[in-house]
């Protein structure tokens, strides 16, 4: 039996649209899979699109965004801790529950069900790090078995704290199952190279144009310092590094699209990474109408037992 809906994909592939048309059909609740949707304020950077979830009208219910302050540095065992919550409540309700993201590493945990620990800071393993630059972190990091996230960590601090995860972990064997893992259809939306280009392209300049540079100004104006914005990477980087007199503006912008690019491949590499540790994961073309893609969804879950 089918307890969850997993909706996966690389960046600007339509994953929101997509669920949201989905939860509208059966009634169901999407739960956000994304790292930085869970900050307040940080809404154009982050993409949230939040008028995305209503159909005709009908507000669909949606979870996980929206719930810390920006400048907090929200992780995997906080993201763990409030999924079971929410899932197990929509279960209660007897509604069915809609995971939909592109943050492998929440994604993978959740399915796999792993037990986590919220593992502390390591003042002397820091230090070894910090003259390292983000491609030797990168690499570094690579070299740990255990679960770890290289889709999300384009700033030397987000690399650091990851290997300093990886670390905890590799000691202390944080990463065992404690529960049958959650039995999910797993679906990802397939979109070509060229295509998921023109979007993210098409999507930063639509975002500049509605104010995103504004609304690092704003986060930086209530309170949340440069360095913890530059510290949740890509858009908030970039741009915080324009507003402080570091990058030009046409600099900046050429220098995120690429960025945005590279994360987009990563997510990719992740995924097919899924695959490869036993996921099955069912591929629909992002391009189909909304209607087909719910339409071969359905027809899964039919298949699955589920009306």
Known sequence: MIDLITI?????????SFAVSLAYSLDAEIISADSRQVYRQMDLGTGKDLSEYVVEGKQIPYHLIDIVDAGYKYNLFEYKQDFEKVYEKIKSDEKLPILCGGTGLYIEAVLKNYKLVNVPENPELRK???HKNLFELTEILKSYKQLHNITDIDTVKRAIRAIEIADYQSKYETTELTTKPINSLIIGLDISREERRNRISRRLSERLNQGMIEEV???MKNGVSAEDLIYYG????????HILGNL???EMVSQLEVAIHQFAKRQMTWF???EKRGFNIHWIDALLPQKEKVEIMHSLLHENGIN
């Open 8 to 16: 996966l994909g690389p960046t600007a592939s339509g994953k929101t």
């Open 217 to 219: 100004e704003q986060i």
């Open 128 to 130: 070894s790090l910090e």
């Open 248 to 250: 030009m503006f046409d």
């Open 234 to 241: 890509l858009e908030y980087k970039f741009i915080t590094n």
């Open 272 to 274: 097919r990474g899924m």
